[in-house]
Structures are given as structure tokens and as C-alpha cells.
């Protein structure tokens, strides 16, 4: 096995061209700083696929939450390069979700939000020399490295998040592109499938399903046990089944075998957690009830129309007329005095009233029209033409039978 410090010979290195079979015109590379912002980029890389004229390679990150990223590569079967020789390689693009480390790339830089926009303020001024409070992913200090805007491209979700950039950041709008979200455009294009995935997920017909969604750090649904106690004490039925999904920075922050250890006592009232390398979206796609917090998961719970209740979180936190600021007003925060599982039943019978298209309209201003956009912009800066056949995004994976024994 390859110690994850020994550079690579092939695909890239000084001999390569004895031991490649193929010649590809382009290397890109991919840089992990954390399991989400991969989960992320995943998105994006599809657009590459049946190009046989570009090799794209990983590398894993400096960051805080960088746990986790090895054994999701491993899955994948990527080629992975070790960082310091990454920095010491000229690549076509590189594509990030994260910004620790990415002056030293030595490519045209693409940087995404990992999540659904960029909706919350960092929640530390640290290295901000302004008044201004900084916006997590377009701030000066996460843009500008040595007076240098490190990116070539800020991809911003929707159009009014040009407004935030200028505020932050103005010396990086030229780099900016309103794309879309990858994300919110494989779930509407996966959205006809939510009858059969919930038959795939072990749903008997009439069952409900509650997903409890949370992000991660103080604030967050899983930083007190509040709401999954609850959950927990009026219990998994054969009319409810409940599903926790924790963000992958709590998994990897506490680590894997630590977090199944705490939930142990919610995994005997018979709620499900979903593990930290799955793919989240198609279980968002078969929930009839939602409970989150203000993370991106949240948001992207629009799309499935659940009946949909919040933690109570501090504004002072999120962007003002963010989707996620516009998310606090649209949606009820649970009540402390009324069983859950009561106050779900009750939105339901206002869900299909209720309108929500505020919300999901500042998700995106390009909503069907990301994997274009985007293919466009990569292979610009990959100076090749792109490829004959259409770019788009395929749908959401079906989910794992989880609801088995039920």
C-alpha cells in the first residue's frame, strides 16, 4: 500500500509517460479539505465524465475537519495526491469547496460553497481588519491571499450574492459567476423518483417519515440533546420512522466510533443515523416530516415539500436576506410545550398552503441550468473545447433499505 506522502509516478511525475496508458490534454485536480466540501465537488467532477481527454486527480487539504476525506477517496478508487507534491505540480483547474492552503496552487482556481450559498457570517472576526462582518466563503480573509485574489472563479449560487461579494470582498467581482447549485438541481431533477425511493428506503405506504437534520458547532440542533431526546421519547412507531442525519464535521470532529457511541440510546428508541460518507439526499427526498437547524440540509428540505419545523437559531449568525434568513421567518420553530410529533401533524395540514417559494427562489437564480454553466466555465479555463454531448447532472442515487425490519 502507497503511504499517502509518497509522491505519485503515474499519473503525474517525472517519468509518467512510461507507465501511463492513455494521454490525457488536461489535469485537474481536486483539492478535499473535509468530507463535505468533497461530497461537494463530486457534483462538479461529473461533468467531466466520458472526457477521456482529462485526468482528474485529488489531493486532500490542510483544514480542521480533514478526518474522514482518506477512506471516502478510498471509496471512490481516486488517484490521490499527496499535498506537497500537489503545490509542486502546474494543473489545468483546480476545483475547492474550501480555501486553507490554495495560494499555493499552481492552477486556475474554482472555489464553490459547500453548503447551500453563503449564508452565515464566520463566527470569529479573527484576521477581519474591517467592520465589516465577514461571510463565510467570500470574505477578504478567505479570498485575498498577499493583496492577491486567490481564485480565478467565485461561484455564487444566486445573483443577489453579488451584492454580499461587493461588500466583502469587491476586488474579487470580476472572478465572480452566478452558476447555480449543483445540488439543489439533482434534487429537483430526482424529485418524480421520491415514491419509488421511499419503497427503496423500506417505507410501508402511510408511514411516516421525520428526518432530524443538524449542522455542526455550538448552536447547532446536535449541540444540546433537546430535540432528538424528545424524539426519542415518543419513539419511532410503526406510523413514524425517524432518521438523524449529522453534518460530516460532526462525525469527524468527535470521530465516528465516539458519535455512534453517544447516539446508542436514540438507535434503541429505534431512530436511524445515517452514516457520514452516504449520500443525504435521496433520504431528504422521502421525508414527510422535517426538524433542522441553519444548516444548508435545512434549505435544501424545501424541495421535498415535508411538513418542515426549526430549532429556535440566532439570527445574528446568518446573512440578512440570505435563503436561510428568509427560512427563520418562513418556518415555525418547534414548541417546547406541545409533543413533536403533534405539532407535525398539525403543519401538515398547512404545508400545501403555506408558500414557500421565497425561500427556494433565493436558493438559486439558475435553477436547471448549473451543470451548463458551469461545464462552460471549466473548460474555459481549461482551454479546450467542450465536449459534444449536453452537460447536465444525473439524479440523486437511490438510498440504502434502512427501514428493513420495520
Not at 499535498?83 to 499555493?104: D, K, N, P, R, Y
Amino acid at each position: 500500500m502507497r503511504r499517502q506522502d509518497e509522491w505519485l509516478e503515474v499519473p503525474i511525475g517525472s517519468n509518467a509517460e512510461r507507465w501511463r496508458t492513455r494521454l490525457p490534454d488536461r489535469t485537474a485536480l481536486v483539492v478535499a479539505h473535509s468530507v463535505t466540501a468533497l461530497q461537494r465537488l463530486l457534483d462538479v467532477t461529473a461533468l467531466f465524465d466520458g472526457d477521456e481527454r482529462v485526468q482528474t486527480l485529488f489531493t486532500q487539504g490542510p483544514g480542521v475537519f480533514s478526518a474522514g476525506v482518506p477512506e471516502l477517496l478510498e471509496r471512490l478508487g481516486a488517484v490521490v495526491v499527496p499535498w506537497q507534491q500537489a503545490v509542486h505540480t502546474t494543473f489545468a483547474i483546480a476545483l475547492a469547496s474550501g480555501h486553507s492552503g490554495l495560494s499555493e496552487i499552481q492552477a486556475p482556481i474554482a472555489i464553490f460553497p459547500h453548503g447551500a450559498g453563503y449564508n452565515k457570517f464566520i463566527s470569529s472576526n479573527h484576521g477581519s481588519t474591517d467592520h465589516v462582518l465577514p461571510v463565510y466563503g467570500v470574505s477578504k480573509t478567505n479570498l485575498v491571499h498577499d493583496g492577491r485574489v486567490v481564485p480565478s472563479t467565485v461561484v455564487l449560487a444566486h445573483e443577489d450574492e453579488l451584492t454580499v461579494l461587493k461588500e466583502q470582498c469587491a476586488q474579487a467581482l470580476p472572478a465572480a459567476l452566478v452558476a447555480g447549485d449543483p445540488c439543489f438541481d439533482r434534487l429537483l431533477l430526482t424529485k418524480y423518483r421520491r415514491p419509488e425511493y421511499r419503497t427503496r428506503l423500506g417505507l410501508a405506504p402511510g408511514r411516516k417519515l421525520l428526518v432530524v437534520s443538524s449542522t455542526w458547532g455550538p448552536g447547532s440542533l446536535y449541540s444540546t440533546d433537546d430535540i432528538l431526546d424528545r424524539v426519542a421519547r415518543e419513539a419511532a412507531t410503526d406510523e413514524v420512522a425517524v432518521l438523524a442525519m449529522l453534518h460530516p464535521n460532526v462525525w469527524f470532529g468527535h470521530g465516528p466510533w465516539q458519535i455512534r457511541a453517544w447516539f446508542k440510546r436514540y438507535r434503541q428508541a429505534g431512530i436511524r443515523l445515517l452514516e457520514p460518507h452516504a449520500d443525504w439526499r435521496s433520504y431528504l427526498m422521502c421525508a414527510d416530516w422535517f426538524i433542522g437547524d441553519h444548516g444548508s440540509v435545512s434549505l435544501y428540505a424545501m424541495t421535498a415539500e415535508p411538513a418542515q419545523l426549526r430549532t429556535d437559531f440566532h439570527l445574528r449568525s446568518v446573512v440578512p436576506g440570505s435563503a436561510m434568513a428568509l427560512l427563520h421567518a418562513a418556518v415555525p420553530t418547534a414548541d417546547a410545550a406541545t409533543p413533536l410529533f403533534e405539532q407535525f401533524r398539525r403543519t401538515d395540514l398547512v404545508t400545501g398552503v403555506r408558500d414557500n417559494s421565497a425561500v427556494i427562489n433565493r436558493i438559486t437564480s439558475e435553477p436547471n441550468s448549473c451543470a451548463q454553466n458551469l461545464r462552460s466555465m471549466i473548460y474555459a479555463h481549461m482551454k479546450l473545447d467542450e465536449p459534444q454531448f449536453a452537460a447536465k447532472l444525473e439524479e440523486v442515487p437511490p438510498p440504502d433499505n434502512l427501514f428493513r425490519d420495520h
